[in-house]
Structure formats: C-alpha cells, structure tokens
C-alpha cells in the first residue's frame, strides 16, 4: 500500500493507505477528525470542504494518496490557543447555523473566499459559497456571517 | 459509497505517464483533478484496474503565450485559468466559461485538460474548444499528434484519442483586436451542469458583424458547431434585433438535443435559439435582447 504524509491541522501523519481511500475517509477514520462530515457523496454539497495547501477541495473528491505531501486544513484546526477564528465567530454570533452540519464547510468556504477577496459583498459571498449547500437556514445569516467575518479578518487573524 | 478497490501510480513524467498508461492495458484510465472521475467511482459507475494519476506531470503543468496562441497545459486548474492573466488577455472567452464551471472548491481541483479529455456534452469547456478552433496535443509511446476541436469529440464521453494517449496541452488561437465573447449558459440550479450553453465570439467592424463563432452546450452527443447561424449571421448589423433573431432561429439546426429530467429536446431546441441570440448580443456589446 502506498505510504503517504500529511499535515493536518499542524501535525504530520505518515499513513499507510489503500488507493482507493479518499480524503475525507483518512480525516475521519483514521485520523479521528470527525470535525470534517461526509454530506452527500457526489461532490455537491460541500459538507466535507477543507482546504488542501491553502485552497478549498471537497475532501470526498480527493483521493488520500493524491494528497500526499500536502497541508491540510479542517474546521478542527482553525481555532488557535483556545481563541475562535474570526470566521468561527461571526458564524456563531450572526446565527449562521441552525442544524450545523454544513457549518464546517462554510466557514472554510468563506475562509477560501476572503483568502481571494478580502473585502466580498453579497453577491460575491453567495458566488462563492455555491459549492456549499445549507438546508436549514435560508443562507442569509451565512452570508451577514461571511460579511462580518472577513470585516474581523482584516483586523484580527490568529 | 467507498470506491471499488484499484491499482495507482504516480509517474513523475510525461514518458513515463505514457508508459505506464500503456503498460497497465485498457481497464487502465488516467486521474487528472478527479472531479469527474472519482465521482463515477464512488457512484460504482466506473471500475478501473488501475489509476494513473498525472497530478505530478510536471509537463502537463502551465499556460504559456506562444505568439498566434497560448498553450493551456492538461493539468492547469480551472481555477489557474480563471485567474491567468494571459488568458483572460488572449482567450477571454476561455476565461469567462470557465469561472461557470461547477463551484470554487471544484475549479481548484478539477482540469482544463481533464474536463476536455472527459468530453461531457454537458461540460462547458468542450464548446468553447470547439467554438474557438483549439488544438488538442496528445502523447502515447509511439507518437505525439495535434488533433483539431472538430475531430477532438467523437461521441458521448469519447474523444478521437486511443487509449493509451494522454492529452499533453491544448493551442487556444488568439483572436486578435476586435473580437467579443460571450457564455451564455441556462442551468437549474448554482452548480448543475448546463441544459443548454452557447458559446460566441463576435467580430465587429463598420457596424457589421464581421466574422462569428458559435457551439452548443448539451444539444447532442458531442458540443455543435452553430455553423448554420454563423452563416447567417455575417454581415448582420447587430442592433437588426429582427434579422439577428431570425438568423438565431437556425441554432437548433443539425443538432439531436438529449431528453432528461430537466428538458426535452423541443425544449431544448427553442433554449439553444434564445441562448445563442442572447450570445451573440452580448458578444457584440449589447444588451442580451
């Protein structure tokens, strides 16, 4: 089986893995981030999104072995000593959650999206979360949520 | 659904890409982003023996500006193309459609090459090939060939490549001056594939259109080259809503336009009508009308 490291929120793996296993199997299973869930299965709902070397993938379309050597990034690594990032924050103080499951991949979606545009208005936000599906809240506190978020960013990155 | 189990390598060169792809027989199938692939393995729908994943190909990477065009690499990201300078320079139309591809998590991963190679009449970047004149570079063990957009797509799913070619680069033509573009795609929700798109490239001068290029999304087998419309539309003046219509209603002709859940073919026939009008006037620089 082909060996492979990893980085996952700031700490190095070295797996033995099956090709077939995909990343998103690896982060939960194996490694026991189960921060990451596993929505839909056919790359639509963008439950399972992280970001692979700075940028946002669907961990369910991306094979482990392909992410050898790669710094990966999930929702469980976004808080530092103890401190929320900016974008967990503003997801819990503008309400942007009701059942919370696609809340993992939103707010690394919207991490993504300030990562290329600092400064997004709505229209900009909703493009950028199109990927990522909420079924629960009607999106409009997600997207006060992101506004507010990448505001604190700019200012207050851990 | 965890895919069915299967063989990988990862070659660090094109050579030795072709090789393996060759070595491995035909229940081999190559793995470039894997946004089309992996899904048709988690769904069952695909049972490779053996991945070749091209991800550290060092010669499929990069766009390059080769003087009449650019060479857009096979595993250049949809999200590398949206953001190149040169292409949004010398091939905006490229561009413009790719940036309506499935989401920013997908166009990270997901290929130019990959999606032209996957050949889904769907995609949104095989009529635009073909609307553009590319040029698709292959590799096998034996040789390397440049196959036009025209003859590129054979049928649903499959391109003229052998199964032991692998898609190196694709030529984009640069334009030149004068020339405007334009994507026009209908779909039913954010990140699903086009029911129908056009793609359009409209050159104007002294108030007429000059030349045009236009191929349908998702109104057959393969992506349609418009070539009725084009025809009829030379020489138009594009501010003649009322004959530009008119020349618009040939967009159907030639095609055989698929029926599923979302559309049936004379549905789609009267949107590959609308869209390319809407296409062409916004390629001129007006109002889609």
Known sequence: ?158 | MIPAAFDYARPSSLGDAVEALTDAGEDAKVLAGGQSLLPLLRLRLAYPTVLIDLGRVPELQGIADEGDHIRIGAMATHDDVVRSPLVNAACPLIALATATVADPAVRHRGTFGGALAHADPAGDLPAVALALDCVFLTRSASEGREIPAAEFFVDYLETAMDPGEILVAVKVPKLGAGWGYHYEKFHRTAQSWATVGVAAAVHRDDGTIQDVKVALTNMGSTPVRAGAVETAVRGLDPHDATSLAAACDQADQGTSPPADLHAQPDYRRHLARVLTRRAIRRAADLEPG
């Open chain 1, 1 to 158: 089986m082909p060996r492979i490291t990893v980085t996952v929120d700031g700490v190095g793996y070295e797996e033995e893995v099956e090709p077939r296993l995909l990343l998103v199997h690896l982060l939960r299973d194996t490694l026991g981030k189960t921060g990451t869930p596993i929505g839909c299965d056919t790359t639509n709902c963008g439950a399972c999104t992280v970001l692979m070397d700075g940028k946002s993938v669907k961990s369910c379309s991306v094979l482990a072995v392909q992410a050898d050597g790669s710094e990966i990034t999930t929702v469980e690594g976004l808080s530092a000593n103890g401190v929320w990032h900016p974008m967990q924050r503003a997801f819990h103080e503008e309400h942007a959650l009701q059942c919370g499951f696609c809340t993992p991949g939103m707010i690394i979606a919207a991490i993504d999206l300030v990562r290329t545009d600092p400064d997004p208005d709505d229209a900009t936000i909703r493009e950028g979360l199109e990927g990522n599906l909420c079924r629960c809240t009607g999106y409009c506190n997600i997207v006060r949520a992101v506004r507010r978020g990448a505001q604190e960013m700019g200012v207050n990155t851990p």
